[in-house]
């Protein structure tokens, strides 16, 4: 997952995130800590872009996505916590989507 420098900023710069789900409400939870518990998810950050690995948290909460999202209204509660609700998405179409997109076409083109 891509957070953009903005929602960094208002996390406070974490090194670490703890995730959290509600599988009622369908939001993820976003919650930065300073402390190296077990279960803490690294940010890893370049020049202009921080990512967190979340793999293992999709599998273990049930959550299926086949393709990029992107949220439309994540915000920081007063605890700190970014809440990122899945009832608010966005598909998010890449290159790599559209050049196979293309490749489909032409495949059927040529039948």
Known sequence: MFLNAKVIAALGHPERVILFFDHHKLVIGVKPTYNP?????RVRSS????MITITEFLEKNDID??????????????????I?????????VGSR??????KE???RARK
């Open 37 to 41: 518990v077990p279960h803490a998810i």
């Open 105 to 107: 076409a032409a495949a």
């Open 84 to 92: 990122l609700d899945l009832n608010r998405t966005v598909r998010v």
């Open 65 to 82: 996505l086949d393709y990029s999202i992107r949220f439309l209204e994540p915000y920081v509660e007063e605890d700190g916590t970014l």
């Open 47 to 50: 020049r202009h872009q921080h």
């Open 97 to 102: 989507t559209i050049a196979r997109q293309r």
